[in-house]
């Protein structure tokens, strides 16, 4: 799947840790954690699969779980561990950005860059957040869950603005994003779109066939940007 993605123009891969109780995913990525628990997938497992995947795929890859993956397992091993199998960031969307250094301290010793996310309830702590983001920007475009979305409402714009306003770090849109449609919209305002769901569901429908299936989708999104 990931290879397919790759092959077909995706810039950068978003892998899931799973976790029992992902707060900020919809039924569809909550669906891809128990399966994934259920069968008894770990976080050494997950190492071990990415480090096999860097023998051949270069491009930048981030870690999203949450913050007790990361404590039970040991902050500095972890993030020793993503070090040593090339992972750039880490995505926390359960941390608070007013206590990130629980986590940043080995996150800058290890060259693993602790990625900030902007939501639409920010508001005022947009400028600061952004004035200290580090990798890239994770903007969440919509209250509520990941998911696929039919309309994006938020004010984006204006959101942007302020990041652009405060940081030259990138910043990608991301949460509800599935058509290419959508995806140059959200390019239009950005510097990158972020898809999770979309593809996730394509993998669950069709197995070991997905690939196939993964590769034509990011064809066509990378081709609306």
């Known amino acids: 799947m990931i290879r397919a993605a790759v092959e077909n123009g995706a810039d950068l891969i978003e892998l899931g840790i799973p976790f ?3 707060t900020a995913e919809g039924p569809v990525i909550q669906g891809a954690n128990l399966r994934a628990l259920t069968g008894g997938v770990t976080t050494d497992q997950i190492f071990a699969f990415v ?8 491009v930048p890859m981030v870690f999203m779980t949450y913050a007790n993956v990361v404590f039970s397992y040991g902050p500095e091993r972890f993030l020793s561990r993503c070090k040593d199998v ?34 639409p309830t920010s508001e005022n702590r947009i400028a600061r957040i952004a004035k200290e983001a580090e990798g890239f920007l994770y903007i969440v475009s919509s209250l509520g869950v990941t998911g696929v979305r039919n309309e994006i409402r938020t004010d984006l714009a204006s959101i942007v603005a302020t990041v652009r306003e405060n940081t030259r770090v990138p910043c990608a849109i991301g949460f509800g994003i599935s058509t290419p449609e959508q995806a140059g919209r959200m390019a239009d305002l950005s510097d990158g779109v972020i898809v999770g769901s979309a593809i996730v569901r394509l993998l669950e429908r069709y197995g070991k066939d997905a690939p196939k299936y993964i590769g034509e989708y990011v064809k066509k999104m990378k081709a609306a940007l």
């Open 20 to 22: 029992s109780d992902p």
């Open 51 to 58: 480090k096999d995947l860097r023998r051949e795929i270069n």
């Open 86 to 119: 090339a992972i750039d960031g880490l995505i926390l969307p359960d941390l608070p950005f007013e206590e990130k250094e629980e986590f940043l301290p080995f996150c800058r010793r290890y060259g693993v860059d602790l990625v900030s996310l902007i939501a």
